[in-house]
Every structure is written in structure tokens, then in C-alpha cells.
């Protein structure tokens, strides 16, 4: 979730619209035993698959979206403008771009569309597992030159890792921790989960209209992903303040729901990579803001973490007018001269 924005790389209005697809899977077996006779997943692509002799495709790149949002959250002149654009480091003429919707997100399979809560109760190995046959069979790609992802994306990317260890060139996780989500973390997400489960507005999950307990999940997300400081300088007054969160949350109540909400955030209850960061081969470069409040600095989670990845850098980006809190991991403007040297240091 971004709350402002900085200004967009060169190509920005010159890039196209992406190209749009469902890639659909049958009798999709989740980790907690449900089967779901037909699971879709949506996604877009910005340029074409490149080839070498052998037919594997050379120049394919994934970026990972965050918690309730879709890949549709990088088509924007702030991202794919700053990256994408001509001449940019991910210049969609040169590279295959696939943005993918996870499960239970966007256009994919989601609770909202008809199941409820009798959807199955994926987890973040569920949605990995779906994005790699997304590649492999929907798409045919074998191989990726660079995996992207942020918040979390970018834990599905120390997923990949793990699990896909020789799939990728390069990675660049942006905006978490590769540890169990524990701490504040975990009890900010708990709080979510229960202001949705125990409003009597939910129904267990067969509600007609969005409970209220979503009011206190947006104001969650204000107070989790925005940035004090810069909330500070563009409200800087109780009216501008007042004003602003009016309207920040007749947005965020008019595309939220509950039961995709809730899913969201349960999906990450297993999550722990932390026991298998030594078998990662490909280069990492692992970006984290100072003044992301979900994954704050002063754990010195990242730092430890990181060496135990034998090819792994962190980059502890400081606080600077062009940073947004957590929401700096998709403002490429601030980052990018480390994906360069990532893609540098990458190359065959």
C-alpha cells in the first residue's frame, strides 16, 4: 500500500498496457488437504519470451505483490514507469515480465468469488507452489533471469529460493524478514484476523454486506504500512490529518473484503525460512527501508539472517523525503541503483 508517490521514470507514458491471462490448474491439492477442483490464477506480462538454442527461455522476469494486493499494483508510473519503461533496467523490449495475481488475490481464486469460508486454507508453500506451475505450465518458462517480490512477495521470494534453488539467476526480496513472523508482526495480523472472525458482521463468512470489523482493518493498515514522517509533512495539521484519513478510508473500505482479508493474513501462519537460508545459490540482494514499522530495523533480524545466504547482501535503505515507510519496497526510484548492481553482478 502506497499513501503518496514520487515521480515517474522517463518511460513512464510510453509504456504500453500489459497483456492480461488465467492460467488454470485442476484438482490443486493444498497443504492443509483440501482439494479445489479448479484454481485460477491471473496474471500480466509486460514483453515477450526470449530463447536460447535449446528452447528455454533466457529473459524472464517474476514480481511478487503483497498481502491483499495483485500484480496490477506495479502497473503504475511509479514502478513500471521507473523500471519497465525504454531504456530502464527492466526495459520490457529486452525482458518478459510476469506479474503474477496470487491465490486469493486480484483475479485469481479467491474466498469472495463464491466459496466464502469454505474456501481451502492456503499458505504461502500453496501459493509458491502455484506460481511455479503458472511458470512451468502455463507459461513455459523453466528458468527465471531475476525474481522480485514486496512485502509479501517478497517472503514467497525466500520461498523460492529455498525450494527452486537453481530456477532463478537472481533474486531481490524487498521489505521482510526471513524468519517467522513473531513479534509485533504476528500480533498486528493476529488483531486483524480476530476483529474479522469475532465480528458478528461476518457470519461466518456468509455476510451480504462487509462487516464493520473492516473500519479497524483498514485503520490497521494506515497505522502498520504508512510512514510517521511523511505522514507528518503532507498532513501537517488536525484538519489536513483529519481530511486525509476521511478519504484514505471511504478507499480502502470500498475494495477490501473479509473473508479475502482474512485469508490473506492467515496464509502466513507457517511461514519460516529460516532453517534453509544456507542452501540458497543464487545472489541475493535483500532491500529493507528504516522506516518500514512491520519489519523495523533495531531487531537486527536482517543482518543476522543474511549470513547464513552464501551469495546474500543486505542493504538497509536510510530514511530520505522520497521514502514511504513500508510502501518504499515499490518505489523503484530509491532502490533501483541496487537491482543494477544485483543484475550486474548476475550476469552470464
Known amino acids: 500500500m502506497l499513501l503518496a508517490t514520487v515521480n515517474a521514470g522517463v ?12 492460467f488454470t490448474t485442476h484438482d490443486f491439492h493444498f497443504r492443509s488437504g483440501e482439494v479445489l477442483p479448479e484454481l485460477k490464477l491471473h496474471y500480466a506480462t509486460y514483453g515477450k519470451p526470449a530463447t536460447d538454442s535449446k528452447g528455454h527461455v533466457t529473459n524472464a522476469v517474476m514480481i511478487l505483490h503483497g498481502t491483499t494486493g495483485s500484480g496490477k499494483q506495479f502497473v503504475t508510473p511509479q514502478f513500471a514507469g521507473v523500471l519497465l519503461g525504454p531504456g530502464e533496467l527492466l526495459d520490457a523490449a529486452k525482458y518478459f515480465i510476469i506479474l503474477p495475481d496470487g491465490i486469493g488475490t486480484g483475479r485469481s481464486s479467491k474466498p469472495s468469488d463464491a466459496l ?33 517480490g514486496t512485502s509479501m512477495g517478497c517472503m514467497h521470494s525466500w520461498i523460492w529460493l529455498e525450494r527452486y534453488p537453481d530456477f532463478m539467476d537472481a533474486a531481490m526480496p524487498l521489505a521482510c524478514l526471513p524468519v ?7 500480533m498486528w495480523r493476529k488483531m486483524v484476523m ?8 461476518w457470519m461466518n463468512g456468509d455476510y451480504r454486506e462487509q462487516p464493520s470489523a473492516m473500519r479497524t482493518v483498514a485503520d490497521l493498515f494506515l497505522i502498520m504500512a504508512g510512514s510517521p514522517l511523511q505522514l507528518q509533512r503532507e498532513y501537517p495539521t488536525r484538519d489536513q490529518a483529519d481530511s486525509f484519513l476521511q478519504k484514505y478510508l471511504a478507499a480502502r473500505m470500498n475494495v477490501m473484503d473479509a473473508n479475502d482479508t482474512l485469508y490473506a493474513f492467515d496464509a502466513s501462519r507457517n511461514y519460516d525460512p529460516s532453517g534453509k537460508l544456507d542452501q540458497i545459490k543464487a545472489p541475493v540482494m535483500f532491500v529493507n527501508s528504516a522506516d518500514d514499522v512491520i519489519n523495523p530495523p533495531e531487531l537486527g533480524i536482517a543482518e543476522e539472517q543474511i549470513k547464513k545466504v552464501k551469495r546474500g547482501r543486505f542493504v538497509l535503505l536510510p530514511i530520505s523525503d522520497q521514502m514511504r515507510g513500508h510502501g518504499t519496497h515499490s518505489l523503484p526510484a530509491v532502490w533501483k541503483e541496487y537491482l543494477a548492481q544485483l543484475m550486474d ?4
Open 11 to 22: 518511460g513512464a507514458e510510453q509504456l504500453a498496457e500489459p497483456t492480461e491471462g488465467d
Open 116 to 148: 466464502h469460508a469454505k474456501f481451502p486454507h492456503y499458505d504461502y508453500d500453496d501459493m509458491v507452489e502455484a506460481q511455479h506451475l503458472l511458470l512451468t505450465e502455463g507459461l513455459k518458462v523453466d528458468h527465471l533471469r531475476l525474481l522480485m
Open 180 to 186: 517467522q513472523i513473531a513479534g509485533r508482526n504476528r
Open 194 to 201: 480476530d476483529a474479522i472472525h469475532d465480528d458478528p458482521g
Open 345 to 348: 553482478e548476475s550476469s552470464h
